[in-house]
């Protein structure tokens, strides 16, 4: 595998069953046991009910474009020669939004409403990317 030269993500206790699950092409996001509110980014307490009692659980893959922004301009200097590229946030079933990106979809075709489905790259031997392409 080719060195990868881009930020890589700083996992924290809380979030590192997200990463876990991206290692295993899955999607875990938290769903409250005392409401069933799903949860995405990770925190110590449901923001519907206040509860502690969060588990984490796969969703599905398949999902929505919710908004979204073409980067013509690349903020970091590790992403020069990626423009344009595409940041979104994704809905996904149950309500969680993920702000990710959109591969393999020209930037004249993204639209808010676009079904997309979550591919997964392995970018370092303890990281893997969740990004999206057209469904």
Known sequence: MEAYSKPLPQPSALSLPFWE?????????????????????????????WSPDLEWVSCGLDGEVYSYTVCHWATMKEYKNDTPYIIAIVQLSGGVRLTTNIVGCDPDRISVGLKVKAVFEKVADQFTLIKFRPA
């Open 21 to 49: 699950g991206a290692k295993h092409s899955e999607i875990r996001v938290q769903k409250c046991r005392a409401c069933g509110h799903m949860e995405h980014p990770p925190r110590p307490l449901c923001t519907a009910c």
